[in-house]
Every structure is written in C-alpha cells, then in structure tokens.
T-cell receptor, first 114, second 110 residues
Framework: DAGVIQSPRHEVTEMGQEVTLRCKPISGHDYLFWYRQTMMRGLELLIYFNNNVPIDDSGMPEDRFSAKMPNASFSTLKIQPSEPRDSAVYFC????????????FGPGTRLTVL | KQEVTQIPAALSVPEGENLVLNCSFT??????LQWFRQDPGKGLTSLLLIQSSQREQTSGRLNASLDKSSGRSTLYIAASQPGDSATYLC?????????FGKGNQVVVIP
C-alpha cells in the first residue's frame, strides 16, 4: 500500500485566498483524522471521520475551516478565507477501528499564508 | 483538558549511549499511550502503543513504560545510533482524542 497520501506537499498563498488540502487514506481504513502542527501549539486534532461521517469537529478553530469526506478514499480540508495565523503543517492520518489502534500519518502539507 | 509534557525539548547524546525520554500527562483516565517518531519534513511513524492495562511494551531496542497513577511514561532507546536522530512525540488517548506532547528533539552524535 502507498500509505496515506496528501496533496499538495507545500502551499503558499496570500491572505484571503481559499486553500484546499487533500487526503487519500489507506484503503480499508474506516477512520480519518486531520491534525495541525505548529511550533507554539504542537499537534492538535482538528476533526475526525468514521465511515465518511464527521464525528468530532470540536478542534476546528473557526468557521473558516471546513472538512468533507465524500467517499472512503478522499477527504478535503478547506480554509476560506485564509489568514497568516493558519500557517502550519497539516497532517492527515487514518486507522482501522479508530482510537486504540495505530494511526498512520501522511507526510503533511506545509501551508504558508502571506 | 489533558496536558502532555515532554522534557527536555531537545537533547544530544553520543552514539552508543542509552536514550531516556520522558512524558507526563495530567489526566490518568487514559485509554492508551503511544510514542511516535517524526523525521524533518515527514509525517509521524508509530513506534509503540501501550494499552492502559499494560505497564510496558518493547520493540527491538525500544522499550516504553507506563505508570498511569503517576501520569508518566518513559521511552528507552538502547545503544543509540545516528539514525535515531529525530523528534519523538508522546500521545495520550482519552475522551476519543489523542493529546500530543510537543516532542523531544534528539540528536545522536557519531
């Protein structure tokens, strides 16, 4: 298996622009997680899905952030409009069986908002 | 809210020495604890997962212990090698979410 795939790997955009991050989980995994990593706050869970359904989005910082999972093999995290404080590395992870089981992480998307 | 602390933030050791990394957490009502490795510009790789009912887990040169009552875990890496240079993150699962520490950045000097 190719592992969790994320695109793009790097994104540089200007404040106010819409940003869409993409994730393809490992085939057969039924849980998908979006995390954000910054120097100040470390790794934080933003949202997670089970069988394509959002279960907990309490980590989403504000209404500018939205996430979707239209099918078992694809998820997006959208920021609209983007702000400089959104600059971070965004990770997607997937697992089979959810918490208590190993999560497999993608390589991340490094987002820079100017 | 669960708080996970890893001290020191960074450390260097000469090759061959044993590495000891510490993790503490504030809420002992956890489901499990995981240690991850993160290489620069890469994602996280799971190293060891300790269920709340377990005291330790071992994999090769790695050994992780868990003391739930005191809110502590320790990751031991025996006979460190330059390839062990990375950031090691501790994560605690509880209330259906993983809480991460900020990591120990390790450099093994040849």
């Amino acid at each position: 298996d190719a592992g969790v795939i994320q695109s793009p790997r790097h994104e540089v955009t200007e404040m106010g622009q819409e940003v869409t991050l993409r994730c393809k989980p490992i085939s057969g995994h039924d849980y998908l997680f979006w995390y954000r990593q910054t120097m100040m706050r470390g790794l934080e869970l933003l949202i997670y899905f089970n069988n394509n359904v959002p279960i907990d989005d309490s980590g989403m910082p504000e209404d500018r952030f939205s996430a979707k999972m239209p099918n078992a093999s694809f998820s997006t995290l959208k920021i609209q409009p983007s702000e400089p404080r959104d600059s971070a590395v965004y990770f997607c992870a997937s697992s089979f069986g959810g918490y208590g089981n190993e999560q497999f992480f993608g390589p991340g998307t490094r987002l820079t908002v100017l | 809210k669960q708080e996970v602390t890893q001290i020191p933030a960074a450390l260097s050791v000469p090759e061959g020495e044993n590495l000891v990394l510490n993790c503490s957490f504030t809420d002992s009502a956890i489901y499990n604890l995981q240690w991850f490795r993160q290489d620069p510009g890469k994602g996280l790789t799971s190293l060891l997962l300790i269920q709340s009912s377990q005291r330790e887990q071992t994999s090769g040169r790695l050994n992780a212990s868990l003391d739930k009552s005191s809110g502590r875990s320790t990751l031991y890496i025996a006979a460190s090698q330059p390839g062990d240079s990375a950031t090691y993150l501790c994560a605690v699962e509880g209330n259906n979410r993983l809480a991460f520490g900020k990591g120990n950045q390790v450099v093994v000097i040849p």
